[in-house]
């Protein structure tokens, strides 16, 4: 067994997307700030309406997926089809861009707390193209392990194996082999699980204290931890607990050409993709049943 160790940390930091929504932005703050296949990780948290109410009007996607994870408030999305997806506390929303969508994210509430996290994860060049597809998974359709050590774990994508016991989310067989799990841990207790090794891995820590790897370093709130390679992970909660996202996947070892929000291999296919949506072909097929 081999620990991954933290080897690097990426501060979150304050940035504006959409039509002014206030979020913060750690992998993706820079064109070397990824970590393979993963593009960018936002993290939208605010009480004060301003900061969110203008949401994410109509705007296209190309050669990636994004991943919505809502933990708080009320976000719809809706295709230049016809298509919506209503998404609340404790639901996800994973979209395949493919070769083309346009789509909005918008607020349906006029108060209160909206959090939550988007998530961009690369596709490799022979998928870039494919038709766009998007999933809408309820909460009650994620798994919820309760640990032996304390604590749960939410796992949205991939598989958690704990001991004998081993539990799927409802996101498998994607080529980047996604791992997507949300972790909740009390006071002192340890998470430890197996992790591909070869595969990339980062951690975020959104509440509380966190130590990680047998050397114990510390992880900064709201910041993402590049890990090491190895075949597990562990993480020590500090005093206050931790809650985090331990992500993984497949390294695509592509070269990224990345213009807002088309993200492919060449500058060629980027001028195609910016033509393509001027002249109205970016995104003309249907999506996938």
Known sequence: MTTRTLARIIPSVAASDGAGVKLRRSLGNGQALRHDPF???????????????????????????????????HMRHED???????????????????????????????????????????????????????RDIPARAIPTVVLATGGEVRVIAGTLVQGEHATSGPIQGLSTEPLYLDVHLPAGTVFM???????????YLYDGEARVGDDRQALPH???????????????????????LLLAGKPLGEPIVQHGPFVMNTREEIEQALADYRNGTLAVSNLED
């Open 39 to 73: 593009l960018m990780l936002d993290e939208f948290f605010s009480d004060d309406p301003d900061d969110y109410l203008r949401g994410f009007p109509s705007h296209p996607h190309r050669g990636f997926e994004t991943v919505t994870y809502m933990l708080d408030g």
């Open 80 to 134: 230049h089809l016809g298509h919506r997806g209503d998404l609340g506390p404790g639901d996800v929303q994973w979209m395949t861009a493919g070769r083309g969508i346009i789509h909005s994210e918008m607020p349906q509430q006029t108060e209160g707390r909206m959090r939550g996290f988007q998530l961009w994860i690369n596709l490799p060049a022979k998928e870039k193209m494919k038709p766009a597809a998007y």
């Open 193 to 203: 699980a197996p992790v591909t090794a070869g595969h990339q891995a980062f951690l």
């Open 222 to 244: 709201r910041a993402a931890g590049l890990l090491a390679d190895g075949d597990t992970v562990r993480v020590e909660a500090g005093a206050p607990g931790a809650r985090f």
